[in-house]
Each structure stands twice: as C-alpha cells, then as structure tokens.
C-alpha cells in the first residue's frame, strides 16, 4: 500500500503541474488572441474564442488521463494501452463504469486518480467560468467606452 501512496502522490503533484502550466499557456495564448476579439466582431468570435478554450483544456486533461494510462501499463496493471487507457478515462472522469478494475497493491492508485481528476476538472471549470466572465466585462466596458464616447 505504501508504494501505491507515494505513486499516487507522484502522479498528483506531477498532474497539478502540468495542469498549472498548461493553463497558463492557455491563458498566455488567449490573452494574445484576445486583442483581435473585439464586440463589433459578434458573439462569432466570442464564441471561437470559447471553444478554443474548451479545446485547450481537452489537450492538458486528455494529457493527464495518458499518463495514468501509461503508468498503469508500466506498473504491469493492464495488459494492453486501450484497457489502461479506458480505465483512466472512466476513473478520471470520475464515470467509473466498473467494467475494468484494479485488482490488488494498485487499487488506491486508482482511487486516488479519482480525487485528482475530480480537481483538476474542477479547477478546469473555475478557468472556463473566470474566461467567459472576463469576456463578458470586455464587451461591457466596450459598450459602455461606446456610450460614453462624444461624438
């Protein structure tokens, strides 16, 4: 079990990383593409510029359920990457289809792949919601630039 522990909290701290620097990634390149979204542009742009938030966010947590998977092909879990692949995505997402499971000193590790997805989505949710409120105080202040401009 004590192996398991420190491979899950491996695996956590090595995922909470990567999630961190891929957001500000994300957040460096929206920032970038945000000086060309403009409210004459209509809600199009807007709308681009969400889904290519929500994609950006599928690539770092697609990354993350592939290290478990690889991991668990490593440590010998599964016999093949498309099992260990579908184990972590169901566990990560936290579906748990329960079709596949671990049997044996790796259990918690899937356990705890549980919880880390269960954040990380979390913390992907507050970015989404932060991303979509900045653009909504952009079109504000614009409209109100325009209200208030003299003509």
Known sequence: ????????????????????????????????????IRPTHSRLGQGVFIVLTVLGLVLIHGLEMWLYALLYRVLG??????EALYFSVSTFTTVGFGELVIEGQWRILGALESFNGFLLIGWSTAFMVSVIGRIRTMEMNWLDRLRNSPD
């Open 77 to 82: 879990v599964f016999p093949n990457i498309e």
């Open 1 to 36: 079990m004590v192996s398991s522990l420190i491979v899950s909290a491996a695996m956590i701290t090595i995922t909470v990383v990567i999630h961190m620097v891929g957001l500000l990634m994300l957040m460096a390149f929206l920032q970038a593409r945000s000086l060309h």
